[in-house]
Nanobody, 122 residues
Framework: QVQLVESGGGLVQAGGSLRLSCKAS????????MGWFRQAPGKEREFVAR????????LYTDSVKGRFTISRDNAKNTVSLQMNSLKPEDTAVYYC???????????????WGQGTQVTVSS
């Protein structure tokens, strides 16, 4: 079983920055694909970014490209999401998720954190 705990959310003005972190339990974190998702009020949860097991491959949804950066530190069992140039439409609950695979083509996130709120004011 893997437990994921997010932190770093908060309230920020448009154009500002936040850094989200996700701490994972378990000894096999380095073999997982990790992802960030978000859910805005009244909307479905959507994909934001993902990173492969060793950090040399990443993918972003179009709306955050050039503004968000996902990274990981396998020695610390953490994955981070640096969010710059934030916009009001980035307001959502952000979730960390883990897919226990090294297969980049698979999208089966078995483990989810509890979420952290990000609010961007205009």
């Amino acid at each position: 079983q893997v437990q994921l705990v997010e932190s770093g959310g908060g309230l920020v003005q448009a154009g500002g920055s936040l850094r989200l972190s996700c701490k994972a339990s378990g000894r096999t974190f380095s073999s997982y694909v990790m992802g960030w998702f978000r859910q805005a009020p009244g909307k479905e949860r959507e994909f934001v970014a993902r990173i492969n097991w060793n950090g040399d491959r990443t993918l972003y949804t179009d709306s955050v490209k050039g503004r968000f950066t996902i990274s990981r530190d396998n020695a610390k069992n953490t994955v981070s999401l640096q969010m710059n140039s934030l916009k009001p439409e980035d307001t959502a609950v952000y979730y960390c998720a883990a897919d226990p695979t090294t297969n980049w083509s698979r999208w089966e996130y078995h483990y989810w954190g509890q979420g952290t709120q990000v609010t961007v004011s205009s």
